[in-house]
C-alpha cells in the first residue's frame, strides 16, 4: 500500500525555535488546500530540543542530526520522508498560501521535471519603513530565477525534488559545502531538469544587522577562493574580479532606481548605500585574501556565530 503521503517536507533547525513556530504555523495553514503532506523537522544540535515550537502541529516527526551544517541535516531528513516528493524550507522562511499545492501540481503535470526552485522573497518588519538592509535584500539577495535558469540550482530554502532523483544524484556536502548551488550543479550536469516555479513563494527575513549580511558574503567570498588557490591566471582574475566588485555600486545605481523589488525614492537610496557598502566590505575580504590565503578563518567564523 502506499504511504498516504503526497509531500514531504524537510526543514532543518538550529537554535531558532520561533522562526520554525512560525514556519510551522505556515505549513499547517496549507493543509486547507486537502493535500497531504508530513513534514520532519530536523535538529541540527540546538541547545534545546524545539519540541515546543513542534507541539500541537499534526503529522510533525523531530528528530535530531549531530553532524554539523545544514546538508547533513537535510540527508537525514531525505532518509526517512515517506513520500516521493521532497521539498526543502529553512526554518526561518514563511511558505505562502498554496505553496505545496502549486508544487505538487507542477510536478504531478510534468513528469520530465526533476527539480524545482521556488522564489524567495524578504520578509519587511515594517513595509511602510524597510530597512537599508531590507531594502538592499529585496534587490540582491535570494535571485530565486537566475539560480534556476542561469546556474542551475535552487536554494534549499525554497527547494522540491523527486525522491528518487535526491538519492540518485547523492547526497548534499558538508557545512563547509555551499550544499545548494553544488548539489544543484551536480544534478543538472547529469541531465535532470529544473525548473523556476514562482507560485511557490516563500519569505524571509533579512539579516538583522549589517554584520550579519557580512558574516554570510564572508563565506561565501571564502568558499569561491577556494577554487583560484594555486592557480595564477584565476588568481588574476580573482583581483580584477575584486575590483570590478568596488566599482559596481556606480553601475548598479540604474538597476536600483528602475527595479520593481522595491517602491519609493528613500528605499531606493537606502538600498544604494547598503549595497555601496557590502560591495566595499567584498572587495576588501577578495583583496585580504588573496593576499593571506585564510580562506577557512572566515568559514570557521560564520559557522561559531551561527551555532
Not at 544540535?45 to 524545539?50: A, T
Not at 563547509?176 to 544543484?184: I, V
Amino acid at each position: 500500500m502506499n504511504p498516504p503521503w503526497q509531500l514531504s517536507v524537510i526543514i532543518p533547525h538550529l537554535n531558532e525555535p520561533d522562526d520554525l513556530r512560525r514556519c510551522l504555523l505556515a505549513l499547517d495553514a496549507q493543509r486547507a488546500d486537502g493535500i497531504p503532506f508530513e513534514i520532519i523537522v530536523v535538529d541540527n544540535g540546538s541547545r534545546e530540543m524545539p519540541e515546543a515550537a513542534c507541539s500541537g502541529i499534526p503529522d510533525v516527526r523531530l528528530v535530531r542530526e549531530t553532524i554539523p551544517g545544514p546538508g547533513p541535516a537535510r540527508n537525514l531528513g531525505a532518509s526517512m520522508a515517506r513520500a516521493d516528493l521532497l521539498a526543502f524550507i529553512d526554518c526561518d522562511c514563511i511558505a505562502q498560501p498554496g505553496w505545496v499545492r502549486s508544487i505538487v501540481g507542477l510536478m504531478a503535470r510534468t513528469p520530465d521535471i526533476d527539480l524545482v526552485g521556488g522564489d524567495i522573497g524578504i520578509l519587511i518588519t515594517d513595509p511602510r519603513h524597510p530597512s537599508a538592509i531590507e531594502s538592499y535584500e529585496s534587490i540582491y539577495s535570494y535571485r530565486a530565477r537566475a539560480y534556476v535558469e542561469r546556474y542551475g540550482f535552487a536554494a534549499t530554502g525554497n527547494m522540491a525534488v523527486r525522491k528518487q532523483v535526491f538519492h540518485s544524484v547523492g547526497p548534499f556536502g558538508g557545512i563547509a559545502t555551499m550544499e545548494d548551488t553544488e548539489w544543484g550543479q551536480r544534478a543538472t550536469a547529469r541531465g535532470h531538469r529544473i525548473a523556476f516555479l514562482p507560485e511557490a513563494r516563500v519569505l524571509t527575513p533579512s539579516c538583522k544587522s549589517f554584520a550579519d549580511l557580512a558574516r554570510r558574503w564572508d563565506r561565501h567570498v571564502a568558499h569561491e577562493f577556494r577554487k583560484v588557490v594555486g592557480r595564477p591566471a584565476a588568481m588574476l582574475r580573482w583581483l580584477v574580479g575584486g575590483l570590478v566588485v568596488v566599482g559596481s555600486p556606480l553601475a548598479e545605481s540604474f538597476k536600483i532606481f528602475t527595479t520593481d523589488r522595491v517602491s519609493g525614492a528613500r528605499n531606493r537610496v537606502l538600498a544604494l548605500a547598503c549595497l555601496t557598502r557590502i560591495r566595499l566590505h567584498r572587495g576588501r575580504r577578495m583583496f585580504d585574501l588573496a593576499l593571506h590565503g585564510d580562506a577557512r578563518r572566515f568559514v570557521e567564523s560564520w559557522n561559531r556565530d551561527a551555532s
